[in-house]
């Protein structure tokens, strides 16, 4: 059986990332929940609000005649 004497390669990014580049990173990410948060949450109330005034109450059962 044949073995192998060099060590597997290591499988990763051959260089670290810039220090500039992680906080890019973190700006980018904290300025798109920032934008995209308000949004969401105007959808979920429009959604809500168009689900609300588009179902109306029906009975159950017939009304009893006045006597």
Do not use: C, K, N, Y
Not at 2 to 25: I, K, Q
């Amino acid at each position: 059986m044949p073995t192998h004497s060099t060590p597997l390669p290591v499988v990763g990014p051959r260089h670290a990332a810039p220090p500039g580049r992680d906080r890019l990173s973190a700006f980018l990410t904290a300025s798109w929940t920032a934008l995209h948060l308000p949004v969401i949450v105007l959808l979920g109330l429009s959604a809500h609000h168009q689900a609300e005034a588009g179902s109306p109450v029906v009975a159950t059962a017939p009304d009893l005649p006045v006597s």
